[in-house]
């Protein structure tokens, strides 16, 4: 019997104004946060106009990726899962080509990671641990590298959800995060897959989060978040817990490193970056904790600012805006928090549910487990809700065996609304 499948469906939606690319996992600047103004103010009571949908993607939990009069996606075919173009205007397929074997999982079949689009290449990871670069015109593969067997000797992955990890690209080398033994961050040539360099000195497990690159005093980085690291009788040791830290993106040097604010558990929140603070978050009651990055002689530190419960994020990530963040929170609901001192200014409780949220043009645009697609404003003093529609054709997320809900951020890109929906099979 195969376990449960998810079947996906992407809806585009007008939102007139705008011009700005979405080329990988959290946009443009790895943030959550659309450059695009003049976009709706307000939602009618519909919603804005539909300008197409599809569920030709095939199964899965993948995210999207825009640029220019193209979408980028992930979706299980059969035994294959495949990357494919769409036309950004109609929604029709361009192309599909197979990247790697599917991956099986009691919760939901299929790739989970968001592709990387980066000059005429287009890096995706399959959920497996296959990870190819792809002429983005063509759906042609210029190379793939095998993170589950080549690079992951030894490998240790945080529980059983497969690489969720999008790549990222800096100077020149792709950077992911197949976690275990050899090193948990690995930096491979762009151009020809080969390994560059891996974290010896960094082998925990891999989490879920996606490494966001990042310059502190003028050295680039990527900032990760790990797993801890598994003992002999398989559960995370003293001196192996997770932790964040920041990788110099030309060699893999790890340039500093401060405990989690979670001890272990899925970690799946990307962490956010902003000029020398970092911000961590995960579910499970973890709560989160901020860092200043700093020199320290020839290296850095990363001195404990803060840490906080009024953010508990366990899924669908957190977006800063004017010194504000704003995120779903365990299990209390939509909160706004200071990020300069971790208070609390506001929480929602109950007429919204949980849901991946990104921002734009002085709005948070989110969606959520109860099917719908909300617009609300961007302010400190309360949830101030601009609208909502409910996706078409979807009643509901069918759960798996423990009526697990999930939501994919959506994408706001030159002028659309582009929402990856999982819906029953």
């Given at each position: 019997m195969r376990p449960f499948m998810a079947a996906a469906l992407v809806v585009a939606t007008s939102l007139p104004a705008g011009a700005d690319d979405w080329p990988r996992w959290r946009g443009p600047n790895a943030d959550g946060v659309s450059r695009e103004?003049?976009?709706?103010?307000?939602?009618?009571?519909?919603?804005?106009?539909?300008?197409?949908?599809?569920?030709?993607?095939?199964?899965?939990?993948?995210?999207?990726?825009?640029?220019?009069?193209?979408?980028?996606?992930?979706?299980?075919?059969?035994?294959?899962?495949?990357a494919l173009a769409l036309d950004a205007g109609?929604?029709?397929?361009?192309?599909?080509?197979?990247?790697?074997?599917?991956?099986?999982?009691?919760?939901?079949?299929?790739?989970?990671?968001?592709?990387?689009?980066?000059?005429?290449?287009?890096?995706?990871?399959?959920?497996?641990?296959?990870?190819?670069?792809?002429?983005?015109?063509?759906?042609?593969?210029?190379?793939?590298?095998?993170?589950?067997?080549?690079?992951?000797?030894?490998?240790?992955?945080?529980?059983?959800?497969?690489?969720?990890?999008?790549?990222?690209?800096?100077?020149?080398?792709?950077?992911?995060?197949?976690?275990?033994?050899?090193?948990?961050?690995?930096?491979?040539?762009?151009?020809?897959?080969?390994?560059?360099?891996?974290?010896?000195?960094?082998a925990h497990a891999a989490a879920y989060g996606s490494p966001v690159p990042a310059v502190f005093d003028g050295e680039a980085q990527c900032v990760v978040v790990t797993g801890g690291v598994e003992g002999a009788s398989g559960l995370v040791t003293a001196g192996g817990r997770p932790v964040v830290a920041g990788v110099r993106a030309s060699d893999g040097a790890v340039r500093w490193t401060a405990p989690a604010p979670y001890k272990t558990g899925p970690i799946i929140p990307t962490p956010v970056?902003?000029?020398?603070?970092?911000?961590?978050?995960?579910?499970?009651?973890?709560?989160?904790?901020?860092?200043?990055?700093e020199r320290d002689g020839d290296g850095y530190r990363a001195k404990l600012v803060y840490k906080t419960k009024e953010m508990t994020n366990y899924y669908?990530?957190?977006?800063?805006?004017?010194?504000?963040?704003?995120?779903?929170?365990d299990p209390t609901g939509w909160k706004c928090v200071d990020f300069r001192t971790g208070e609390g200014k506001w929480e929602q409780y109950t007429s919204a549910s949980a849901g991946a949220v990104v921002a734009a043009d002085g709005r948070l645009y989110v969606v959520a487990t109860d099917a719908k697609v909300r617009l609300a404003a961007l302010t400190g003093d309360d949830w101030a809700p601009l609208g909502e529609f409910a996706l078409p054709g979807v009643s509901k997320y069918r759960a798996a065996r423990h009526r697990v809900r999930v939501a994919t951020p959506p994408v706001v890109a030159n002028g659309r609304l582009y929402a990856y929906r999982v819906k029953a099979d």
């Open positions: 103004t003049g976009l709706l103010p307000k939602w009618p009571a519909a919603g804005p106009p539909l300008d197409w949908k599809t569920d030709a993607v095939g199964h899965g939990y993948a995210g999207l990726s825009v640029v220019g009069d193209r979408v980028y996606t992930l979706g299980l075919f059969g035994e294959d899962e495949h109609t929604g029709k397929v361009v192309w599909s080509v197979p990247v790697g074997p599917r991956f099986e999982n009691p919760w939901g079949d299929g790739p989970r990671s968001t592709p990387t689009a980066d000059g005429p290449d287009l890096f995706v990871l399959a959920a497996r641990g296959r990870l190819s670069c792809l002429d983005r015109a063509t759906g042609k593969a210029r190379w793939a590298v095998e993170l589950g067997g080549v690079l992951m000797k030894g490998n240790i992955i945080d529980t059983n959800w497969g690489h969720c990890a999008s790549p990222a690209v800096v100077d020149g080398v792709v950077v992911v995060c197949p976690g275990g033994g050899p090193g948990t961050v690995a930096g491979l040539d762009r151009k020809t897959g080969a390994e560059r360099w891996r974290t010896k000195d960094l970056v902003a000029g020398d603070r970092v911000f961590a978050t995960a579910g499970y009651g973890a709560g989160a904790a901020c860092y200043q990055v669908g990530e957190v977006v800063l805006k004017d010194g504000l963040l704003y995120g779903y929170t």
